[in-house]
C-alpha cells in the first residue's frame, strides 16, 4: 500500500476511504458518503479544484450545484436536489488561491420515518469557512484534509440533498513533503 502524503481527520463511523490509481502520477481519495439513501446517485467526478459552490436550503439542503476547475476553465456542475429550500447561498472561492480542504454538517430525516436527507453544511477553505448553512439537527460529520484538497463531489439526491461524499486530491507539490520527510528524519536523528 502506497503512503498518502496527506492527512485526512474524519468524524463519524459511517464515512469511509477509498482509493482510486488513475494513472501513475494521479492519485484520489473518495470520503464518505454522509447521509441517506433515498434519491438517485450522482457523481460529478474529478477535477482540479472547487470554484462556486450554490446552496438552497432552509429546513434541509434542498439542493447543490458546483463550478469545478478543469486546465483553467470552468466547469458547471448539474444541480442535484430538488426544488424546495428558501434561502440561496452562492459561495465564490478565490481560485486558485483559495481552495476548499474540508466539510462538516449535519443529517438525519426531516420527516418522521423519513429517510436521512443533509441537513446542514459548513465550508472549509484553506483561508476561512462558510456557514453554517441549513439546521444544524441530528447525525454530525466532518473531515478536514491537510496537504490536499476537495477535486469533486458526489452522493444522492431527490426532492433533497440525501447524501455526499468528496474526492480528495494529494498535493502537486512533491518538494514540500520531501523537505518535510528531511526535518522528520533529522529530528529523529537527533531524539535518539
Known sequence: MRRMPFSIHCRHSLGHMDQ?????KNLSVFVGPWGGNGGTAWDDGIYHGVR?????????????SLVYDKNGKAVRSEKHGGQGGNKTTEIKLQYPEEYLIGVSGYYCPVVHS??????SMTFKSNKQVYGP???????????????????G???????????IGFHL????????????RKKI????????
Open 20 to 24: 482510486q490509481q488513475q494513472g501513475d
Open 169 to 180: 486530491s494529494r498535493p502537486k507539490s512533491t518538494k514540500v513533503i520531501h523537505k518535510l
Open 52 to 64: 462556486e459552490i450554490k446552496l438552497v436550503y432552509d429546513h434541509c439542503i434542498d439542493s447543490i
Open 153 to 163: 463531489m458526489n452522493g444522492r439526491s431527490g426532492w433533497y440533498l440525501d447524501s
Open 114 to 119: 423519513g429517510t436521512p436527507v443533509i441537513r
Open 133 to 151: 448553512y441549513g439546521v444544524e439537527q441530528g447525525t454530525p460529520f466532518s473531515f478536514s484534509v491537510n496537504g490536499g484538497r476537495i477535486v
Open 185 to 192: 528524519h533529522w529530528f529523529t536523528r537527533m531524539v535518539a
